[in-house]
């Protein structure tokens, strides 16, 4: 059995929702035990990206200024031309994607990173975005620390407990 099929997420567990008006954010926590200029080029480097992201890059998300990002695991691909407005490596990363606003925090913590994801979101999307990113993050983690197990999106993420996912995270916001 490969890694990949061995790959089981754990609980929901490290997100929450801020609202503010009409607007709702997704706030995800992850303690990696990667140094912060690993996290870094996993979150900005193309190649990278293909590894772990719900989105492919047509070029580094390290620098500010326009950038094409294609949503994958989509019946059909979904072209957001876009923009990165801060870049402040390995400390901050800000870009839209669609209508939705991402931020990423990276802060020292001992050997690792902490990583935190700031999504504006569509309330109706809150707790699918948690499972999504929850996977990504696990992802993430293992690509990072050369495990990798391959990019898990889309409606390939059912066959890893998305489902349960999305029903614990709407449970802990309270949809």
Not at 67 to 74: A, D, E, R
Request: proline share 6%; net charge negative.
């Amino acid at each position: 059995m490969s890694k990949r099929d061995e790959y089981k997420p754990g609980s929901a567990a490290g997100a929450e929702v801020r609202k503010d008006g009409e607007k709702w954010t997704l706030v995800v926590v992850r303690e990696l035990r990667h140094a912060p200029e690993k996290v870094w080029k996993a979150l900005t480097d193309p190649v990278s990206l293909r590894e772990w992201a719900p989105f492919d890059a047509d070029r580094s998300l390290a620098a500010v200024g326009p950038i094409k990002l294609s949503t994958v695991g989509t019946p059909t691909p979904n072209v957001s031309e876009t923009e990165v407005t801060r870049a402040d490596a390995p400390h901050l990363l800000e870009y839209r994607w669609g209508s939705n606003d991402l931020r990423w925090t990276l802060e020292p913590r001992g050997d690792g990173t902490r990583l935190t994801l700031w999504h504006n979101i569509d309330r109706g999307f809150i707790a699918m975005g948690a499972a999504g990113w929850h996977i990504c993050f696990d992802v993430l983690d293992r690509f990072v620390g050369e495990e990798p197990i391959g990019r898990i999106v889309g409606g390939e993420a059912m066959k890893f407990e998305w489902q349960r996912l999305n029903t614990e995270y709407a449970k802990q916001f309270g949809l």
